[in-house]
């Protein structure tokens, strides 16, 4: 069941994507070899609460941290540890959901850390504009196909892939809400987009094959041939004048 949002639900939306925006701008500071993910973690949820929010994933589905780290060829829904030191050369990407006034705002960035390979780089690159890709493909009108359309035909054009088993989501009061948003599809195709909609494009981009596989700990998701993987998201709304406005940036 899609649930359509009001401007003014959409307005407290805003008010979440922003939190979640700025915690994007506090982390990117931070990264640097040495720090452990579970620092970037114990940041995020003091800052979180500092603005009277809550951190949404955790205790989501029994997830134990307040956000996901998830380092090289960790696909998403990686969790934060001390043992998890971050090195020169690495990727990592952060996915962050603040609860503000009942509404989720999520977003996440792939950052580089230290001196990354020219591979790496392009990698992380390709999906950066995969999501640039999708959210200027999203009208009023437009249909879910455009947008996979837009990001597969970019990344595979690239030689690299694009995951299957994790989509962006409608967001609300929830979490995961419908529709589901695939970063793949046939342009022209699927479900109509239309105002009041309120949803995540989050592609993930893989160096190789885009299957992945579940670690023992039950979230931690892996490419399968243990190449790289790189994302990034944004929330995403079609106002009631039909203007698409990106939640999670200012
Ligand atoms: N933030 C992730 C997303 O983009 C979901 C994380 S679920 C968790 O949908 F439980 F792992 F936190
Ligand atoms: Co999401
Ligand atoms: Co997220």
Redesign the pocket.
Known sequence: MIIIKSEEEIDAMKRAGLLAWELMEAVEKMIAPGISTEDIDVFVEEMTRKRGAIS??LH??G?PKSI?TSVNEVV??GIPSRKDVLKDGDIINV?V?PIVDGFHG?S?RTFLVGNVSPSAKRLVECARRCLDLGLAAVHDGCRLGDVGAAIQRHAEGQGFQVVREFVG?GIGRE??EDPQIPHYGTAGKGLRLTRGLVF?I?PMINAGDWRCEILEDG?TAVTIDGKLSAQF?HTVAIRHDGRVDILTLP
């Open positions: 949404a994933p989501y589905k997830f996901c998403c829904h996915d959901t999520d996440s989501h979490f995961h995540t989050e979230w998201e």
